[in-house]
Structures are given as structure tokens and as C-alpha cells.
């Protein structure tokens, strides 16, 4: 005798059948993501400085190390930060030189004129040039 499936049947496991492929695409979209960082000290340079201008978060989060599931949101509460203290004319100088640096200096002018500067790491992982950004912010 042939064991016809009832509707349950047959709903639990279309549902069972759509998680599958869920958490599937979801795990592939997960291990596809690019890794953060740029190819060259300069393009680090550029991208940190012009992302700390505009208070892209998006931007920023593409260039520091920190985990994947986590940079989004860490990038845009660091460019909040900046916003909120209104952090403009931000520039970055390496060391200790330009084409190898280990370090830079974040430096510009708040909202009400004081000028600030702290300093984070430079790192070159998996050939890619990143930056580790820690508190305290200015």
C-alpha cells in the first residue's frame, strides 16, 4: 500500500526544505565577503581620510580590522563619535614613513576649534592594508 503524504506532512517539510536554503545563502553570503582592506598604504591613506571627513561609516568599515559580524556597527557608532564632537579637516599621517607604516596619527579640529590628534595601527594582513582603530576617541 503506498503511503500517501497528508497536508501537514507536506507543510513541514516545505518549511523544513525553506530554513534549509535559508542558512544556506546565508552562510554563502557570510564566507563571500570580501575581506577588509585596500592593496596600498595610499589608498589606506585615502580611504581613512576621506572616510573620517565625510563620517562614512560604510566607507570605514571597509578599512579596519575588526570582526566582520561586528564592523558595521562599530564604524558607525567611531564616525558618530567624530560627528557628534563635529570633527572636520581630518588628515592621517603614517609612520614611520609613507610606503611601510606601522602607525598613524589622526589629527583635525572639533566643532569648537580645539585641535585633536591620536594614534592607531597600521597593519598589512593577508596583503591588504588595514587599520585598528581603539578608543578613547577625541
Same mark, same amino acid.
Given at each position: 500500500?503506498?503511503?500517501?503524504?497528508? %497536508?501537514?506532512?507536506?507543510? =513541514?517539510?516545505?518549511?523544513?526544505?525553506?530554513?534549509?536554503?535559508?542558512?544556506?545563502? =546565508?552562510?554563502?553570503?557570510?564566507?563571500?565577503?570580501?575581506?577588509?582592506?585596500?592593496?596600498?598604504?595610499?589608498?589606506?591613506?585615502?580611504?581613512?581620510?576621506?572616510?573620517?571627513?565625510?563620517?562614512?561609516?560604510?566607507?570605514?568599515?571597509?578599512?579596519?580590522?575588526?570582526?566582520?559580524?561586528?564592523?558595521?556597527?562599530?564604524?558607525?557608532?567611531?564616525?558618530?563619535?567624530?560627528?557628534?564632537?563635529?570633527?572636520?579637516?581630518?588628515?592621517?599621517?603614517?609612520?614611520?614613513?609613507?610606503?611601510?607604516?606601522?602607525?598613524?596619527?589622526?589629527?583635525?579640529?572639533?566643532?569648537?576649534? %580645539?585641535?585633536?590628534?591620536? #594614534?592607531? #595601527?597600521?597593519?598589512?594582513?593577508?596583503?591588504?592594508?588595514? =587599520?585598528?582603530?581603539?578608543?578613547?576617541?577625541?
Amino acid at each position: 500500500m503506498i503511503d500517501i503524504p497528508t %497536508r501537514r506532512t507536506a507543510t =513541514v517539510a516545505l518549511a523544513i526544505g525553506i530554513a534549509v536554503v535559508w542558512v544556506s545563502v =546565508v552562510t554563502l553570503l557570510i564566507a563571500h565577503q570580501p575581506d577588509p582592506g585596500v592593496d596600498s598604504p595610499g589608498q589606506l591613506r585615502e580611504g581613512l581620510t576621506t572616510a573620517l571627513n565625510r563620517h562614512d561609516a560604510e566607507a570605514l568599515s571597509e578599512l579596519i580590522d575588526y570582526p566582520p559580524a561586528s564592523a558595521d556597527d562599530f564604524a558607525k557608532s567611531y564616525v558618530e563619535a567624530l560627528a557628534s564632537r563635529g570633527a572636520h579637516d581630518v588628515t592621517v599621517k603614517f609612520a614611520p614613513d609613507d610606503l611601510s607604516p606601522t602607525s598613524a596619527t589622526v589629527s583635525g579640529k572639533l566643532a569648537d576649534g %580645539r585641535a585633536f590628534d591620536y #594614534a592607531i #595601527a597600521v597593519a598589512l594582513k593577508d596583503k591588504l592594508w588595514i =587599520v585598528s582603530l581603539t578608543p578613547p576617541l577625541p
